[in-house]
């Protein structure tokens, strides 16, 4: 597995986490499991800054430029996700609207990373089709 694609699958596992505590502590009025994914959302952005940084991510130019615009969005979503966090646990009004910024930002990102990885023109993953290598395979001949 290549580090590249290591770093392509914790962003969205990342952001799925994270998203999924948070919206089920909002639906189950239980605020721990909403800071847990507060935590991991603001992890992942610290993760995407070293990544960004770094340089640790070495994709094609024609494909790359879209997922580094991604992790400069995953790590907006990690600075905001612990402003929330930090006024939350101050009590200080305007807590929950920058969480749900975090949250409404990281699902964007999500689905758009997925996109992103997804097989067609623009994926920085690449996929070769099992099938393909089945039917030009031919024994005995």
Do not use: Y
């Not at 502590?25 to 994914?37: C, D």
């Amino acid at each position: 597995m290549s580090f590249d694609l290591l770093v392509f699958m914790i962003c969205q596992w990342g952001l799925f986490a994270g998203l999924v505590l948070f919206l089920l502590s909002w639906a189950e009025k239980k605020k721990q499991m909403g800071r847990i994914g507060l935590i991991i959302l603001s992890v992942l952005g610290l993760f995407a800054v070293v990544v960004n940084l770094c340089g640790l991510i070495h994709v094609p130019a024609d494909r790359g430029q879209l997922f580094r615009i991604d992790l400069w969005g995953v790590t907006l979503t990690g600075i905001s996700a612990a402003v929330g966090l930090v006024l939350e646990l101050k009590n200080i009004k305007g807590a929950f609207a920058t969480q749900l910024f975090a949250v409404v930002l990281a699902l964007l990102l999500f689905f758009q990373i997925k996109k992103v990885g997804s097989n067609d023109d623009h994926s920085i993953i690449p996929v070769s089709n099992p099938m393909e290598q089945v039917i030009h395979h031919q024994p005995g001949r």
